[in-house]
């Protein structure tokens, strides 16, 4: 069982940046893949970011490339996600996400425990 806590969310201008962060519990943090998901007001979750087991490969969602950075500290059991140059369009509710498997890592049916969700307001 892996219990997941999500924190950093708020309310930025566009331009700006914000750091989430998500705690694990549990002794067996380094054997999860860990996702960043996001979902806006009558839109399906959609994949974010996913991180591999020791960190060494990392995936991003084009809408995010090259703005967001996703990292994860074992020895703190905890994952972040760097968000730089947000937009309007990255408001969401952000929920991290944990898995054994890294085969489908943009499928949010394929994760096994959820936090609660952090949002992140992004005005213009």
């Known amino acids: 069982q892996v219990q997941l806590v999500e924190s950093g969310g708020g309310l930025v201008q566009a331009g700006g940046s914000l750091r989430l962060s998500c705690a694990a519990s549990?002794?067996?943090?380094?054997?999860?893949?860990m996702g960043w998901f996001r979902q806006a007001p009558g839109k399906e979750r959609e994949f974010v970011a996913a991180?591999?087991?020791?960190?060494?490969?990392?995936y991003y969602a084009d809408s995010v490339k090259g703005r967001f950075t996703i990292s994860r500290d074992n020895a703190r059991n905890t994952v972040y996600l760097q968000m730089n140059s947000l937009k309007p369009e990255d408001t969401a509710v952000y929920s991290c996400?944990?898995?054994?498997?890294?085969?489908?890592?943009?499928?949010?049916?394929?994760?096994?425990?959820w936090g609660q969700g952090t949002q992140v307001t992004v005005s213009s």
């Open positions: 996400a944990a898995d054994r498997s890294l085969r489908n890592y943009e499928r949010f049916r394929d994760y096994d425990y």
């Open positions: 549990g002794r067996t943090f380094s054997q999860y893949v």
């Open positions: 991180i591999s087991w020791n960190g060494g490969l990392r």
